[in-house]
């Protein structure tokens, strides 16, 4: 497995981590098995996998209770990252969405960040959170100002709950000005070879910052991995079926990517591996990527994409991959 330091942290994770919005469960997932999901996570950490990001907007809670348990007797062992900001308990904040049942807010207010904190160490059964990740920058009518954040952030750090501070789904311009106020140590947002719009901006000033990327939806949801045929239809409640965020999902656009992953035959052929590793380790090799993570519903799947980590692409087949990638075009 490769390692590689959380910024200016001093904190060493694995390239390849562990994802846990699918071990929330609920109608968003079609239901998971907390059994597995525990099986999951013995399955990546015994495949060298050292790095879990999981929020309590992940099953309201419930992931950060499965890590836990996972977890017993070899938290020391494991760098885990969670967030703030996802806020259901009352009406503060911003109105974000309605999900599984709850209306949800963004608040980004002290006040709330010190209640999801405590929330968050008591559910991980901890006493402190290595990572600590603004979840998605606040926003009107509730817009708190970015250097009240950081400042409440900066002292939970001062106090020995976290270890580093990062943010996520942040604009350019709001990374900056987070930065601005106190030490970020990453960026989390989605990243794919289907989805390059950080290469623009985010990607290039990380990488000349010193922060740590995490990229997230990098397998596109089991897209990327081959084994979502034309045949597989998701509910309505299930997020892979919302095109706002996943075009590519599309009978008239999967079958387009579907083509391009049966050309990479020669490629997991001469690696021994599958789409899912050959795609991660893709993403992991592009100019400023330092982290992946990647959804584990299952100890196969978790060991599976564990294996990721170990595996180095040659640059030509790196861009041989991308080209195909950009021939795709847009989704319809």
Known sequence: MQYKML????????????????????????????????????????????????????????????????????????????????WWEDNRGAFHAHLDGKDVYISLRPETIQIEVENSLRRLETDYIDLYQTHWPSKEPDLTPIEDT???????????????????????????????????????????????????HILPYCRQKGLATLTYMSLEQGLLTGKIGMDRVFKETEFRSNADWNAWFKMENRVKVLKMLEGWSDLTEKYSCSLAQLVIAWTAAQPGVTHVLCGMRTAAQAADNAAAGFLHLDEAEVARMRADAIALGDPE
Request: glycine content about 12%; some cysteine; overall charge neutral.
């Open 7 to 86: 910024g200016n942290s001093g904190i060493k994770a694995s390239v390849v981590a562990m994802g846990t919005w699918v071990t929330g469960g609920g109608l968003t997932w079609d239901g998971v098995e907390d059994k597995e999901s525990l099986r999951a996570i013995d399955a990546a950490l015994a495949a060298g996998v050292n790095f879990i990001d999981t929020a309590p907007g992940y099953g309201w809670g419930h992931a950060e209770e499965i890590i836990a348990k996972a977890l017993k007797g070899r938290r020391d062992k494991v760098v885990i990252a969670t967030k703030c900001g996802i």
């Open 150 to 200: 950081m400042a409440c952030l900066m002292k939970l750090k001062d106090a020995g709950k976290i270890r580093a501070i990062g943010v996520s789904n942040v604009s350019l311009e709001q990374l900056e000005e987070n930065g601005a106020c106190g030490p970020v140590a990453s960026d989390q947002f989605r990243y794919s070879m289907l989805y390059r719009e950080p290469e623009a």
